[in-house]
């Protein structure tokens, strides 16, 4: 089992930014991807952006040139900068960890931080 620490997040206003921080239990040493997705209200959970322990980043179209992702292999945290930010940011996110062993995934979330952007 492998736990995800959340923090960051909060209220900020349109154009400010914040920067979101989750920390692994432990080391994974199966082949896995981090990364962060978000749930509006009334919306489906969507993919915000992804990293490999290599550092091949992928992002969603709503959010590229905006928010950038990283990650420290020796603290098992990957981190979220949100620059720019616009009031559809608003949304609960969470981290991800997919852990592929013997062909297999398994997803591990956090606790959810609520991002609020607004006046």
């Known amino acids: 089992q492998v736990q995800l620490v959340e923090s960051g997040g909060g209220l900020v206003q349109p154009g400010g930014s914040v920067r979101l921080s989750c920390a692994a239990s432990?080391?994974?040493?199966?082949?896995?991807?981090m990364g962060w997705f978000r749930q509006a209200p009334g919306k489906q959970r969507e993919a915000v952006a992804t990293?490999?322990?290599?550092?091949?980043?992928n992002y969603a179209e709503s959010v590229k040139g905006r928010f950038t992702i990283a990650r420290d292999g020796a603290k098992n945290t990957v981190y979220l900068q949100m620059n720019s930010l616009k009031p559809e940011d608003t949304a609960v996110y969470y981290c991800n960890l997919r852990v592929t062993t013997w062909g297999r995934a398994t997803d591990y979330w956090g606790q959810g931080t609520q991002v609020t952007v607004s006046s």
């Open positions: 432990r080391s994974i040493l199966s082949p896995n991807i």
């Open positions: 990293i490999t322990p290599g550092g091949s980043t």
